[in-house]
């Protein structure tokens, strides 16, 4: 299956949440969203005491809302953190982690026009 070479620097969703995606070497188009503070809260108190390993790859994959045309929500429990660590294995993580990074760049981006803007 030849791969895509799609660029998504960022779009804005229904919420005013950003998205980016990127695809991962199995083929699937993996998308993902920035946590704001209260998703990252209830995200944590779903993990409990994990160590800081399992939390930084479940922080990862809970940005994941969409595998191809399959839409996926915030996780809300533990199982649903395993189920998409199942569901996205190593490819699918580092495709969501490399998304991640796009979506920070548009945001720094964004950050630095404003910040050009206010000064004229």
Same mark, same amino acid.
């Given at each position: 299956?030849?791969?895509?070479?799609? #660029?998504? =620097?960022? +779009?804005?969703?229904? /919420? /005013?949440? &950003?998205?980016?995606?990127?695809?991962?070497?199995?083929? &699937? &188009?993996? +998308?993902?969203?920035? *946590?704001?503070?209260?998703?990252?809260?209830?995200?944590?108190?779903?993990? %409990? =005491?994990?160590?800081?390993?399992?939390?930084?790859?479940?922080?990862?994959?809970?940005?994941?809302?969409? @595998?191809?045309?399959?839409?996926?929500?915030? =996780?809300?429990?533990?199982?649903?953190?395993?189920? *998409? @660590?199942?569901?996205?294995?190593?490819? !699918?993580?580092?495709?969501? !982690? @490399?998304? *991640? %990074?796009?979506?920070?760049?548009?945001? #720094? /981006?964004?950050?630095?026009?404003?910040?050009?803007?206010?000064?004229?």
């Amino acid at each position: 299956m030849a791969r895509r070479k799609e #660029e998504n =620097p960022g +779009e804005t969703t229904k /919420g /005013g949440r &950003r998205t980016a995606w990127h695809v991962d070497a199995r083929g &699937r &188009r993996i +998308e993902v969203s920035s *946590l704001n503070a209260l998703d990252y809260y209830r995200f944590s108190k779903v993990m %409990g =005491p994990s160590s800081d390993a399992a939390m930084d790859m479940a922080a990862v994959v809970a940005t994941v809302r969409k @595998i191809n045309t399959t839409h996926y929500a915030m =996780p809300s429990n533990e199982r649903d953190v395993e189920l *998409l @660590i199942q569901e996205l294995d190593f490819d !699918g993580i580092a495709a969501a !982690g @490399i998304a *991640l %990074g796009k979506l920070a760049k548009v945001t #720094e /981006g964004e950050a630095k026009n404003e910040v050009d803007a206010a000064k004229n």
